[in-house]
């Protein structure tokens, strides 16, 4: 009997002692990574927007044949960019998504950010199937529509998440860039 209490005991301390898998941490109900779509980047790959959790995250949605606002929203980014305290650069991704899918494929994702030298890290192209792409700008009060096979009509909105996605900024029409970065640095 005494042999069977001390089995017992070592079997019990075995079987605690091993590790158990840490609970994933919860997100927030106000996070964008409670979306469940599909994305990929401008290499190609499959990612969703959880996938981007751990980082700061500045967001602007725009369309690569766009001749009138995206150039500028573009510009604000690289702007943005310019001032955000390079330590805090390496906890942020500047991320552009596409409202037009069905043209701005991987390749040409990559094609556009290499011609405008905004490639690579801290630069994420997102593109997704139509109904994804309207979630998330209906989420980030983006408003657009296609007025012609490849014009399409939209908010400028550059918005602001910390690493765990919620939104912390949004900036319409012409931003204040020091301003966005300066958000950015204090998260």
């Not at 990574?33 to 700061?56: A, V, Y």
């Not at 792409?133 to 983006?142: P, Q, S, Y």
Request: hydrophobic fraction near 40%.
């Amino acid at each position: 009997m005494k042999q069977l209490i001390i089995l017992l005991f070592f079997s019990v301390l075995l079987f605690s002692c091993q590790d158990k898998p840490a609970p994933e941490e919860e997100i927030s109900a106000d996070s964008i990574f409670l979306l469940n779509s599909k994305w990929q980047n401008e290499e190609g790959k499959e990612l969703q927007l959880r996938d981007l959790k751990g980082k700061n995250l500045v967001v602007v949605l725009i369309f690569t044949s766009c001749q009138t606002a995206c150039p500028m929203l573009v510009a604000d980014m690289q702007n943005i960019y310019a001032k955000i305290d390079k330590k805090k650069l390496k906890e942020t991704s500047l991320v552009m998504v596409t409202i037009d899918p069905e043209n701005d494929t991987p390749e040409v994702l990559k094609e556009y950010a290499k011609a405008r030298n905004i490639y690579g890290e801290p630069w994420i192209y997102l593109r997704s199937d139509k109904e994804s792409t309207r979630e998330l700008a209906n989420v980030l009060a983006v408003k657009y529509k296609k007025i012609s096979p490849v014009v399409f009509s939209h908010s400028n909105i550059i918005t602001v998440f910390n690493k765990n996605g919620e939104m912390v900024s949004q900036a319409e029409g012409t931003v204040n860039a020091s301003g966005i970065a300066e958000t950015v640095n204090k998260l």
